[in-house]
């Protein structure tokens, strides 16, 4: 099985940066996806990473250490549409492709 | 080209009832899985084909199924529909179905169909 921790809520101001961190325990391991979804909509895919490092794609970094079980989001000059839920997602090895999602972390970014 | 689409967006059905939700993976996808996603939680993993065929199911009671077509669309029912099925459903497609596909076999998720169970 997985388990998979992210913290529930977050809150930032606009142009600052915050770290979303996701820690896993899984049997196994074969890619970590991190998801944005705002309210009443469906997710939508920001990054993945099977690798150990930082993946950086615009404002948004992802960083994967597969020896801790962790990763992190990284979102640079926070907009106030950036306000969202973040869904960390695990892959494990057991020959299944489909990913399991943490409860997803509540990202409140203020004026 | 289109992306995952769903149908209907948003249905009300009665306890007992019977529900079925359909959806379109991007064109060239092959595979389909559902999730069910719950107010304040991630989504949970219900039921994943590919090339016609179950590949996965998740921790749901059998009063859930799910079938794929030819054309690679899907169809997920539930029956004997209770108030705990309230929920959005949420159709995801990608390229493959096994480990080792290009992208990280990387799921691009629809709009989902919003379901209230009263």
């Known amino acids: 099985g997985q388990n998979i921790d992210q913290p529930t809520e977050m809150t930032a101001t606009e142009g600052a940066i915050v770290q979303i961190n996701c820690t896993y325990q899984?049997?196994?391991?074969?890619?970590l996806f991190w998801y944005q979804q705002h309210a009443g909509e469906a997710p939508t895919f920001l990054s993945y990473?099977?690798?150990?490092g930082l993946e950086e794609k615009g404002r948004f970094s992802s960083f994967l250490s597969r020896s801790k079980g962790y990763s992190y989001l990284l979102l640079k000059e926070l907009q106030m549409k950036d306000s969202a839920s973040y869904l960390c997602?695990?892959?494990?090895?057991?020959?299944?492709?489909?990913?399991?999602f943490g409860r997803g972390t509540s990202l409140i970014v203020h004026p | 080209d289109a992306g995952v689409t769903q149908s209907p967006t948003h249905l009300i059905k009665t306890r007992g009832q019977h529900v079925t939700l359909r959806c379109s993976p991007i064109?060239?996808?092959?595979?389909v899985s559902w999730y069910q996603q719950v107010l304040g939680q991630g989504p949970q993993f219900i039921f994943q084909?590919?090339?016609?065929?179950?590949?996965g199911r998740g921790n749901f009671p059998d009063r859930f199924s799910a079938r794929q077509f030819p054309n690679y669309s899907s169809e997920l029912n539930v029956n004997a529909l209770l108030l705990g099925d309230s929920a959005l459903y949420l159709c995801?497609?990608?390229?493959?179905?096994?480990?080792?596909?290009?992208?990280?076999?990387?799921?691009?998720f629809g709009e989902g169909s919003w379901l209230t169970v009263v």
């Open positions: 084909y590919y090339e016609k065929e179950e590949r």
């Open positions: 997602a695990v892959r494990d090895s057991g020959g299944s492709y489909i990913p399991t």
């Open positions: 995801a497609s990608s390229l493959v179905g096994v480990i080792g596909g290009i992208h990280g076999n990387t799921i691009y």
């Open positions: 990473n099977v690798l150990d």
């Open positions: 064109s060239g996808h092959k595979s």
């Open positions: 899984t049997s196994g391991f074969n890619g």
